[in-house]
């Protein structure tokens, strides 16, 4: 978890520093992070830092989850009983497992609501956790969720989507969020192809000094 970080701590690119408050006083919204298949909470290392920005700003938690079987999360024994043709019957028993345990961890908690954030499997079992426990969630925001379908409809920039610009400056404090547009969304994949096209040059560049290494 990352806890709210009290105004006399200071921030650094170092560490996390903050306090631990009562779980069960809360009442403002909160975040959970789920990470997805074979993983665990330390993919979002990089997201950290951001993370605990909000957190400090809004005085609220943030809890990175780990789900059972993965992470440092116990390994409980888990076999689907459903017969191989059964997808549904087997979807079901795995549905279960993964999300029912999201929802014992809550009552441990006692959170009232949560803001669940889901990155690929973790994305379609909060969809699945939020309907089955709607008055559990305050928002659902998915990350490339499995078992989600892309829109046809590319004409249009999504509404969820912001880009965010610098202040005049380069003065520290928080972003603006921009509504997306064609131009910006356009701008953003020409950044990416970009960095791919770097990234792809750099482990050329690798793979050629190791083979000369090997050569040697």
Request: a neutral charge; aromatic letters at 8%.
């Amino acid at each position: 978890m990352i806890p709210p970080r009290p105004a006399d701590v200071p921030a650094t690119g170092e560490s996390l520093s903050g306090t631990i408050h009562d779980h069960r006083r809360l009442t403002q919204r909160l975040l959970v992070v789920l990470h997805g298949y074979g993983a665990g909470l330390g993919f979002f290392t990089l997201n950290f830092p951001a993370l605990a920005n909000w957190a400090m700003r809004r005085s609220a938690p943030v809890y990175a989850v780990d789900w059972l079987g993965m992470g440092r999360s116990a390994r409980v024994p888990f076999k689907v009983k459903s017969k191989l043709g059964d997808t549904a019957g087997r979807v079901k028993e795995t549905e279960d497992f993964f999300v029912e345990s999201l929802e014992e961890w809550r009552e441990k908690m006692s959170l009232e609501k949560m803001t669940l954030v889901g990155h690929s499997l973790g994305g379609y079992f909060s969809a699945v956790y939020a309907l089955r426990y709607p008055q559990r969630v305050e928002r659902l925001i998915l990350l490339s969720p499995a078992g989600v379908p892309a829109s046809k409809d590319t004409s249009v920039p999504s509404e969820e989507f912001h880009q965010t610009r610098s202040l005049p400056g380069g003065s520290s404090g928080e972003l603006e969020p921009l509504p997306a547009t064609s131009s910006t969304v356009e701008d953003i994949k020409q950044e990416q192809v970009a960095e791919k096209q770097k990234e792809s040059w750099q482990r050329r560049l690798v793979n050629m000094r190791t083979l000369e290494v090997v050569s040697y």
